[in-house]
């Protein structure tokens, strides 16, 4: 059973940067890919990013790619996704998720730990 636990969501004007972490409690949590999702009020959870074993595999969907950065540092437990250039359609609740297949995923259903979120707000 793995643990994920979200943290650094907050308010910030369009433009801005956020950093969120996602720390496990999984001895094994660098053979996990990990994954961001988000979810806007009234919409459904959708695909951010996501990291395999090594910060060589990763995938963005196309909204944040050049924004985002996806990255982990397996001897901490932890990933990161660093957000810039923040826009108001950025905001949602994100969450960290993990899958023992390391092959690259992009629904929700193919993760199978997840965090309790973390806000994100943009103001325009």
């Known amino acids: 059973q793995v643990q994920l636990v979200e943290s650094g969501g907050g308010l910030v004007q369009a433009g801005g940067s956020l950093r969120l972490s996602c720390a496990a409690s999984?001895?094994?949590?660098?053979?996990?890919?990990v994954g961001w999702f988000r979810q806007a009020p009234g919409k459904e959870r959708e695909f951010v990013a996501s990291?395999?074993?090594?910060?060589?595999?990763?995938d963005y969907t196309d909204s944040v790619k050049g924004r985002f950065t996806i990255s982990r540092d397996n001897a901490k437990n932890t990933v990161y996704l660093q957000m810039n250039s923040l826009e108001p359609e950025d905001t949602a609740v994100y969450y960290c998720?993990?899958?023992?297949?390391?092959?690259?995923?992009?629904?929700?259903?193919?993760?199978?730990?997840w965090g309790q979120g973390t806000q994100v707000t943009v103001s325009s």
């Open positions: 999984a001895r094994t949590f660098s053979n996990y890919r």
């Open positions: 998720a993990g899958r023992w297949n390391p092959v690259k995923a992009r629904s929700v259903g193919e993760f199978n730990y």
């Open positions: 990291i395999g074993w090594t910060n060589a595999s990763t």
